[in-house]
């Protein structure tokens, strides 16, 4: 902990982070570019066109939900001291990299209610997703433990 930070301020830029990470993922990566840009799947393709187009809606507003959520910590945060942003930026890569991991290997793989695109070999795609998202969980990790050892 950084001198003079309380536990909650820590577990608080924790949550903002975390929350503010998988909102990012959930808004920006996967809906704004798998599903309107390149259009290769929707949150939930066992029905018709649209019924993955309302589903997507929801799923849209529930990202932007948790992604405003973790700014209003942000901001809950700040106003009562200083950021650890080091730890904050550590809690963003984590929280993306567990929401594509999670969408990754329970969406695409357990439940199947999509894949990341349809008509090609998933393998590659599969191995991108999923070990990307290891990789940002393993850089997200990294930065939180330097962030505990900086304190």
Known sequence: MTPGTSRSAHARTLASGLLFGAGIAASMIDL??????????????????????TVD????????????WGLFLLADVRR?????????????????????LLDGVVNHKLLRIHQIRYGVDLLVYDVVWIGGSLLALALGGLLLWRSRRAG
């Open 32 to 53: 704004f570019i798998f599903h309107l840009v390149l259009r290769w799947h929707h949150f939930y393709d066992l029905s018709t066109p649209e019924v993955a187009r």
């Open 57 to 68: 809606g929801f799923f849209h507003a529930l990202g932007w939900f948790i992604t405003v």
């Open 80 to 100: 009562r001291g200083e950021v650890a942003w080091l730890r904050w930026t550590g809690a963003v890569i984590t929280g993306l990299g567990a929401f594509q």
